[in-house]
Nanobody, 124 residues
């Protein structure tokens, strides 16, 4: 069974950091591009970041550029999202998604497999 599981969310103060993980089971991530998306209450799902299957190409939404870093460890079948300088507006459920293509694509409709999400709350 193909599955993605996110972890690492939680409550953090503004300016703090979190590292999200996206672990795959039932398949290997080597041939999959990975995207991170988020959805805040009452808002539409928003793109955050993506990474190509090789890890050689990444892309970020303007709202997180310079603060978030996406990376992958294919040996561990895991993708990470390092989030620094967090702001209250980063509060959302964060989802990772895998797509059977190599390039980094920041369009949620391209992705076939989704995790259940992990809550990130930035508040003092």
């Amino acid at each position: 069974q193909l599955q993605l599981v996110e972890s690492g969310g939680g409550l953090v103060q503004p300016g703090g950091s979190l590292r999200l993980s996206c672990a795959a089971s039932g398949f290997t991530l080597d041939d999959y591009a990975i995207g991170w998306f988020r959805q805040a209450p009452g808002k539409e799902r928003e793109r955050v970041s993506c990474i190509s299957s090789s890890g050689g190409s990444t892309n970020y939404a303007d709202s997180v550029k310079g603060r978030f870093t996406i990376s992958r460890d294919n040996a561990k079948n895991t993708v990470y999202l390092q989030m620094n300088s967090l702001k209250p507006e980063d509060t959302a459920v964060y989802y990772c998604a895998a797509g059977p293509f190599r390039l980094c694509v920041l369009r949620s409709s391209n992705y076939d497999y989704w995790g259940q999400g992990t809550q990130v709350t930035v508040s003092s």
